[in-house]
Each structure stands twice: as C-alpha cells, then as structure tokens.
Antibody, heavy 122, light 107 residues
Framework: EVQLVESGGGLVQPGGSLRLSCAAS????????MTWVRQAPGKGLEWVSA????????YYADSVKGRFTISRDNSKNTLYLQMNSLRAEDTALYYC???????????????WGQGTLVTVSS | EIVMTQSPGTLSVSPGERATLSCRAS??????LAWYQQKPGQAPRLLIY???TRATGIPARFSGSGSGTDFTLTISSLQSEDFAVYYC?????????FGGGTKVEIK
C-alpha cells in the first residue's frame, strides 16, 4: 500500500524557515515524479512545486520561486521542501503527492499524504 | 498562467440525481485535465485524468468530458459518499493550476 507521511510543519515567525519532509513507502520511490500542493485554511488547492524522479528538473509556482526549494533523497525514499523567507500567506496545510506514472511524469497525482500544517505568524 | 474557473461554486443535489460540474480554462489545455474529489478532513483523490479516463478504482458513475477550454465532470447518480468538493487541474502548461472547486452538497 502506498503511504506518504508529511512532517516538519509548525508555527514559525514571518521571515523564518522550515523544512518539510515526506516519507514514502509501499512503492518504488525513485521513478516517480513528486509534488507539493498546499491548501490555506478553508480555501482551495494551490500547486507549489514538483520534481522529476531523477531530481534533474524542478518546477515552482511564482508565489514561492526563489524562497522554496524542492529536493528528494531517493536512497531514503523522502521528498523535501525547504521553505525560507516565510510569509503569512504561506500558512497552509502542505500535501505531498505522487505522480500517477512510473518512469515519466504525467503531472496527475494519484496518491496523497494527509498533510502537515505550516502556520506563519508572529 | 492558465486560470481554471469552476462553476457553480456550490451545487445542491438530491441523492440519486445527476450532478454536472463545469471547468473552464483561460486558454486551451488540450485534454490535459484532471479531476479530484476532496472530502472534509481528507486529502484529495484523483478521479479522472486526460479529461475522460477514470483513475484506478473510480466507479463508473463518474465521467469526464471536454477538450480545449471547456470540461465537464458528471456524476450520474449521486451516492451519499459523493458529497464533497471537486477540483479540476490542468497539466498542459507550467505552472500547474487548480480550479477554485465546486462543493456538491445534499439538497
């Protein structure tokens, strides 16, 4: 069974940093593209960042470009999101999700974690 | 950035009735469109990809159609477990973008 478990969220002051992790199990991690999607309280889904299986290519939403960095450690089956210069508008539940296809990238996401909450407030 | 607009914002439907949800893209996304279902307190679930292909394990009462800029998700006969928020997502261009969602509630 595919499992994605996010961690690392919490309360941080504006301008601060956090590193989110997403531990994957139940599938062969390295061939699958992965993504982070966030959801502000009571709001809709917002795509944040994505990375292909080899880590050679990454993508970012304009709202986080230059502040967030996505990475992965295929030896540890773990996806990361380093978040710097955090703002109040980054407050959200952050989900990691797995691409649907093996060895490629469809950018459709068929398995999701339960999310980790990031709150940016003084 | 491609803007995805979903309508209506809320749809009130009786169990057993048909629900039709709309998603419109600000420019053509070909058939590179997915639909997700999200229930309260849960993560999204992939329902449809490539505009009309059901994801693994999704019941046949869910169907998708459309191409270019206009897409529809139809739930042929609403079951109690289908009351949720539905999102469309385009993957034709970067950045990936989601629609604002349609809440399907019990009438």
């Amino acid at each position: 069974e595919v499992q994605l478990v996010e961690s690392g969220g919490g309360l941080v002051q504006p301008g601060g940093s956090l590193r989110l992790s997403c531990a994957a199990s139940g599938f062969t991690f390295s061939p699958f593209a992965m993504t982070w999607v966030r959801q502000a309280p009571g709001k809709g889904l917002e795509w944040v960042s994505a990375i292909v299986g080899s880590s050679r290519t990454t993508y970012y939403a304009d709202s986080v470009k230059g502040r967030f960095t996505i990475s992965r450690d295929n030896s540890k089956n773990t996806l990361y999101l380093q978040m710097n210069s955090l703002r109040a508008e980054d407050t959200a539940l952050y989900y990691c999700a797995k691409d649907r296809i093996y060895w490629g990238s469809s950018w459709q996401f068929d398995s999701w974690g339960q999310g980790t909450l990031v709150t940016v407030s003084s | 950035e491609i803007v995805m607009t979903q309508s209506p914002g809320t749809l009130s439907v009786s169990p057993g009735e048909r629900a039709t949800l709309s998603c419109r893209a600000s420019q053509s996304v070909s058939n590179n469109l997915a639909w997700y279902q999200q229930k309260p307190g849960q993560a999204p679930r992939l329902l449809i990809y490539d505009a009309s292909t059901r994801a693994t394990g999704i019941p046949a009462r869910f169907s998708g159609s459309g191409s270019g800029t206009d897409f529809t998700l139809t739930i042929s006969s609403l079951q109690s477990e289908d009351f949720a928020v539905y999102y469309c997502q385009q993957y034709n261009n970067w950045p990936l973008t989601f629609g604002g969602g349609t809440k399907v509630e019990i009438k």
